[in-house]
């Protein structure tokens, strides 16, 4: 299987690989608002809403049978730890935006997750493949801890700008701000500008 090796992404940022202020970890420690929440296969869905041409609705296996691939990214959280060479199996962010036929004036997307976490990105920082709706992790279903069954990673931000749980986007035409985004912290969360709080 091909890997997609996406851990020279700090050079965009004319960074090192590892941001000021984090420390390497080969832990994945968890983190999240609150609890773990269920999940029933048969009735899950993941929509798609806002400013696009055609709202989605989509079923796990409809879901999982989106063109899909694995990179190797690395993740860094806003607590001040890094993991190096994380292997994401999903689906990139433009891809599922194909099917949706994205308006001219959207601008921003917020994601939101079973948990009823909510974060956002403006829609700029999303077009990008390094963005994935990941499923699986180093060839494993994606851990419930960790955001199983889907979550957002964003390699290019703290990790706190992917929601664990995600069955939501909703492309807006104006921005909005999610969870922690509301609570203090940066709205922009660059690592390599260790933009943690707003």
């Not at 999940?39 to 999982?64: C, I, K, Y």
């Not at 806003?78 to 433009?94: L, N």
């Not at 699986?136 to 664990?164: I, M, S, W």
Request: some cysteine; hydrophobic content about 30%.
């Amino acid at each position: 299987m091909r890997v997609r090796d996406v851990t020279n992404l700090h050079r965009e940022f004319d960074g090192e690989r590892l941001p000021p202020g984090q420390r390497e970890t080969s832990k994945f420690p968890v983190l999240s608002k609150s609890g773990t929440p269920d999940w029933n296969p048969e009735t899950w869905e993941f929509s798609v809403t806002g400013a696009v041409e055609n709202e989605l609705a989509l079923s796990w296996d409809e879901f999982r049978d989106l063109p899909s691939e694995t990179q190797r990214q690395d993740f860094h959280c806003v607590t001040g730890w890094s993991k190096f060479g994380c292997e994401f199996t999903g689906v990139t962010f433009p891809t599922f935006t194909e099917r949706a036929g994205v308006k001219d004036e959207a601008v921003h997307v917020m994601f939101s997750a079973l948990d009823d976490y909510t974060t956002n990105l403006p829609l700029s920082e999303c077009m990008r493949d390094e963005v994935l709706l990941a499923w699986a992790y180093d060839g494993d279903p994606l851990p419930p801890e960790h955001g199983g069954p889907l979550r957002v990673v964003t390699p290019h931000k703290y990790a706190y700008k992917g929601a664990k749980w995600v069955n939501s986007v909703k492309f807006l035409t104006e921005p909005k701000r999610g969870y922690w985004e509301k609570r203090g912290y940066s709205n922009t969360a660059n690592p390599w500008n260790e933009e943690r709080y707003s």
